[in-house]
């Protein structure tokens, strides 16, 4: 099946410094890709959706100068957590989707902000 | 805001069938019930997707009622690796890129 990757899959920054999050797929070239959030305990929010080659889509209440998402290839997305504070922390996820619209998503990555 | 309604939890003993519910009364003719799973700590894995028809594959079966207002996804053999919180989506493929909304799901407990 299809794989995705996340790097890294834990990381701990200070406040007020920025965290960059990658999102690959492996074996599919995918044409959009999704950032979702996770407190715990919680369900997954839906961030943003990103387009190979387009600004990212953003959701309702969700800051787009704070979360820098960029897709620059149909195998790569990488969101940028600007300023990171404590309040950020969370369990951030992508997925990916190909032609088929299936979403595949990957391990996370647990962002703790100190 | 989610579309489906989902038990909050349930339990299953290993090895029996696990049925899993879920209404979608308000499903669009264009929009799809999706099954994903999430094991504590990891990224959700999809497990099946139908329309109208009841599907099948080697995770699990899709039964989906005539007016599909509702589902029931049905894990035939259900072992302690099926612990997870289940989500039951329903998302239109052409409509934004096919965005999934997770509501709350079903906590699925399978206990020896």
Request: charged share 15%.
């Amino acid at each position: 099946g299809a794989v995705v990757s996340q790097h890294p899959s834990r990381v701990i920054c200070k406040s007020g410094t920025s965290v960059k999050i990658e999102c690959r797929s492996l074996d599919f070239q995918a044409t959009t890709m999704f950032w979702y959030r996770q407190f715990p305990k919680k369900s997954l929010m839906l961030m943003a959706t990103s387009n190979e080659g387009s600004k990212a889509t953003y959701e309702q209440g969700v800051e787009k100068d704070k979360f820098l998402i960029n897709h620059a290839s149909l195998t790569l997305s990488t969101l940028t957590v600007t300023s990171a504070h404590p309040e950020d922390s969370s369990f951030y996820i992508c997925s990916a989707s190909g032609t088929t619209y299936e979403q595949y998503f990957g391990p996370g990555t647990r962002l703790t902000v100190t | 805001d989610a579309k489906t309604t989902q038990p909050t939890s349930m339990d299953c003993a290993e090895g029996r069938a696990a049925n899993l519910p879920c209404n979608h009364s308000t499903i669009s003719g264009n929009e799809y019930v999706y099954w994903y799973r999430q094991i504590h700590s990891q990224g959700p894995q999809y497990i099946i997707h139908g329309l109208k028809n009841n599907e099948t594959n080697e995770m699990a079966s899709l039964i989906i009622t005539e007016d599909r207002k509702s589902s029931t996804l049905i894990l035939p053999h259900a072992t302690l690796r099926d612990t997870a919180v289940y989500y039951c989506i329903v998302s239109a493929t052409t409509d934004s890129w096919g965005k999934l909304q997770f509501g709350a799901g079903t906590q699925v407990v399978v206990t020896p």
